[in-house]
């Protein structure tokens, strides 16, 4: 509806038609009003008018039916309420510093016989206040839960509270809470801190159809947690008489410092070459007396933490792989793919292997079989036996041939 993007002390007529009493005798006889929409502190216009009268006056009631005016003549003492027009077709009055008591049903009289009337619905909407958002602890700690809620007064019809963390909607949880003729809006978000909603912004947004933009709060979390240490070192492979540097980065709030550095659990040999600047240290020429584990150690009030690099230097001469070996986290040969190709291998030997003897098998006994076909068919062992010895006889011949 156009009464949505109202400003102050401005009047919209609503789009509807006026409100009319069924009408008794000639149309131009008959009071017309218009429906009015005004903001909470504005003014408003109440209009009736008649296309033809003849001498009759008009008179303007309020909700309680009180006479504002009867005609030209005032007849309530409120000094909000004025005379702008008055003839025989018209009679226009102007409410200044509307209130929400003003809402409701007015009434525009035509003295005819019998009296004409004509309403006219006054809505007064509540301009809603700033939000304000509640629960900030500063600073929160990792692992707290908070409730953030953002509250909003004296808006009518009641404000929708949307809330952002940083540009991305979320959902929060709604109350609303009447207080007289406007209402009370709050939403409130409740989660678990952790140090990903350090420096998060959370904004609450108040919507209405009195507003033309909605109003906006924003509170930034700042979030305090214990260190977490790692080590971040030169690309190259360590050789004797290089430069090489290690940096210790500690994530923390408040951020870890200072940081201390030792090698294999004591301090560092070498000052001279071993230079320590804030979170770096800087070997300026190496040798294989730097071998060893090097650890950051930093704090804060919630805690302490450590990082560790171990550093293997290497011949001057040597050829050396293309990534530094030392790199903490380097990826190694998967022994578990290893394990499992084999296993794979093994299973598929041993398969041949069976399958390979059951063939040979089976060619055994079909030889076995040939060499005594012709004997079973023998009346008696001696038959047998010579049939047998045919057939040996008939091999060799056949082998005898085939050579």
């Known amino acids: ?5 109202l400003g102050i002390g401005h009047v919209a007529a609503l789009n509807s038609p006026p409100l009319l009493s069924p009408p008794t005798g000639g149309q131009g006889q008959f009071p017309i009003t218009q429906n009015v929409t005004v903001l909470e502190g504005g003014q408003a216009n109440m209009t009736c008018r008649v296309d033809y009268n003849d001498n009759t006056s008009l008179q303007w009631s309020n909700p309680a039916q009180q006479t504002l005016f009867f005609g030209d003549k005032k007849a309530l003492r409120d000094n909000r309420i004025e005379l ?5 077709q018209e009679l226009t009055i102007r409410i200044s510093d509307v209130s929400l008591s003003d809402e409701g049903q007015y009434t525009c009289s035509l003295f005819t016989m019998p009296v004409k009337t004509t309403k006219a619905f006054l809505t007064v909407l509540g301009v809603p206040g700033r939000p304000e958002i509640t629960g900030f602890t500063k600073p929160a700690l990792e692992g707290d839960s908070i409730t953030l809620t953002c509250t909003t007064l004296g808006s009518k019809p009641a404000a929708t509270i949307r809330w952002f963390r940083n540009d991305k909607e979320v ?22 801190v952790d140090r990903r909603e350090d420096g998060v912004a959370y ?4 919507e209405h159809v009195s507003l033309p933009t909605p109003y906006m709060t924003t509170e930034v979390l700042e979030v305090h947690y214990a260190p977490q240490l790692d080590i971040a070192h030169s690309q190259i492979i360590p050789q004797e008489g290089q430069y090489f540097k290690l940096e210790c980065g500690p994530k923390g709030n408040p951020k870890p410092d200072p940081v201390f550095w030792t090698k294999d659990g004591g301090e560092l040999p070498d000052i001279e070459r071993m230079i320590v600047e804030g979170r770096e240290l800087t070997i300026t020429s190496l040798n294989k007396t730097d071998n060893g584990t090097y650890r950051c150690e930093a704090s804060n009030y919630l805690g302490t933490s450590s990082a560790e690099y171990v550093l293997f230097v290497y011949a ?16 190694g040969p998967d022994h578990a793919l290893i394990g499992g190709v084999v296993a794979v291998v093994v299973f598929i030997t041993l398969c041949l292997i069976i399958v390979l003897g059951r063939y040979l098998a089976r060619h055994k006994g079909t030889y076995l079989t040939h060499e005594a076909k012709g004997a079973e068919d023998a009346p008696d062992a001696d038959t047998a036996i010579i049939n047998a010895e045919g ?13």
């Open 203 to 206: 904004t609450c947004s108040v």
């Open 316 to 331: 001057k001469d040597y050829p050396g792989p293309t990534t530094d070996p030392n790199a903490l986290g380097q990826a």
């Open 171 to 192: 959902q929060g949880s709604k109350e609303v809470n009447a207080t007289g003729k406007s209402f009370v809006v709050k939403s409130s978000l409740r989660f678990q």
């Open 391 to 403: 057939n040996h006889v008939h091999a060799e011949e056949k082998k005898e041939y085939f050579i």
């Open 84 to 88: 702008v027009r008055a003839s025989w």
């Open 1 to 5: 509806m156009e009464q949505a993007r």
